[in-house]
């Protein structure tokens, strides 16, 4: 019998190639808008403050190259929504940096780097969607099914060892699984001929953004430990931030406390007992959104926001909707207690019913509880059990995967979940 073939993507195509996409990016967007320029003044290279630009663009450029990289390589990431404000950030700090020390620039050179680059990179991503789709091959059995809900993968399935597929990424197959011998040497064959082959769960997860627990093994626990030095840079930058926010924003969060008074009976700050890092309770600070004293049943139902809850005031209705209900947990933030992002920290009450249900809940609490998170921003409020479990998915994975390029992102669909609304309660 002929050994079965699949043909691995050895060669990289031309546009996934870093070295392409870097240095044509840097001389479209760079060398464009002086070349327009020459046309009208020939000595253009000549001026210090185009030489400035020109290498300030060179350095924004290429922050803003590796920064979409490693945020597009992240689960359930449409690259190309990514790449206006990726660039626009490293341009900006950069350019702000200029600005801050009286350095003189080209405006015009400046703008042109930044439109020319986004225009680039949104080429890029829409030829290499066209011209190289991601394929991967699957192999029955086990729990491989899963894989049919997940979009984005051209998904070869495989009938039998005997089978030939032209040109897959690689090669998905359920390893836990009680496979035949056939199989077992097709994926044996397909590693030696250079063919990526990955475990089903592996897949699920890269493509997915979320960690699906079965057990909470040795090995799994050692996975899912944060990297501790990015925990401490972390709590240091959170605490800055706080920081900043309370003395930048103080005349606005007094405004907001006044407007909470005039709007209903009650304290503009609400408080709630909460389960936070390592397992500890601490005090939460909110802008208060509710009306007192409404009774709606046990303590339980109490903690839950439900979808148009009537308890919520009109002012409560944009507070949340805009997040500005949040900010007083800048204080949190500065008592070490909380973080900006990280997985939400639920009412004690809801924490200990949680417990109780997932026999794995109380993981979640080895990073500090955040103001968003990965699990609101794919997710949005939940309360079910069900629901809770399938967020406790999200927290998981963004505990393995703990680094600043998760948090850029999450940053990112913050600001379009406070334009949008989604998720608020």
Known sequence: MNAPI??????????????????????????????????IDPNIFSYSNIQITIFAGLVAHTLGFFFFRRIGNLPGVAAAGYIMPTFAMCYGLVY???????????????????????????????????LDPYSLAVIPGGAVDRLEEISGVNWHWLASPDIIVDRVNGVVADLRSDLSDQWERYIA?????????????????????????EHLSENTLGSLNPNQAYLKIKQ???????????????????????????????????????????GKIYEVYKFRTMKLGAAVG?????????????????????????????????????????S???????????????????????????????????????????????????????????????????????VFRTIRTMLTGFGAR
Do not use: C
């Open 6 to 39: 699949i043909k691995p993507r050895n060669q990289r195509h031309l546009l996934h190639r870093v070295r392409f996409q870097l240095l044509g990016g840097l001389a479209f967007a760079i060398l464009t808008p002086v070349l327009v320029r020459m046309v």
């Open 96 to 130: 702000l940096a200029i600005f801050l020390f009286r350095i003189d620039y080209s405006a015009f050179q400046a703008a042109g780097s930044l439109t020319l680059s986004i225009l680039w990179y949104f080429g890029l991503s829409i030829l290499s969607r066209r």
């Open 189 to 213: 064959d397909r590693a030696l001929s250079g063919t990526p082959v990955y475990h089903v769960k592996q897949i699920s997860e890269s493509l997915t953004g979320r960690v699906e627990i």
């Open 236 to 278: 240091a930058a959170d605490w800055i931030a706080a920081l900043v926010i309370l003395l930048g924003f103080s005349p606005l969060l007094l405004f907001v406390a006044i407007a909470i008074r005039f709007d209903s009976a009650g304290p503009a700050l609400f408080k709630q007992k909460r389960m936070g890092y390592r």
């Open 298 to 338: 046990d303590e339980k139902e109490e903690a839950i926001t439900k979808a148009g809850d009537a308890r919520i005031t009109r002012l409560g209705q944009f507070l949340r909707k805009s997040r500005i209900d949040e900010l007083p947990q800048a204080f949190n933030i500065l008592r070490g207690e909380m």
């Open 340 to 410: 900006w992002i990280g997985p939400r920290p639920e009412a004690l009450v809801l924490s200990k019913w949680y417990e109780a249900e997932l026999p794995f809940y109380r993981y979640r609490h080895i990073v500090r509880p955040g103001i968003t998170g990965w699990a609101q921003v794919n997710q949005g409020h939940v309360a079910a059990v069900d629901d809770v479990l399938e967020k406790l998915h999200y927290d998981f994975y963004y505990i393995k995967n703990f680094s600043p390029w998760l948090d850029v992102l999450i």
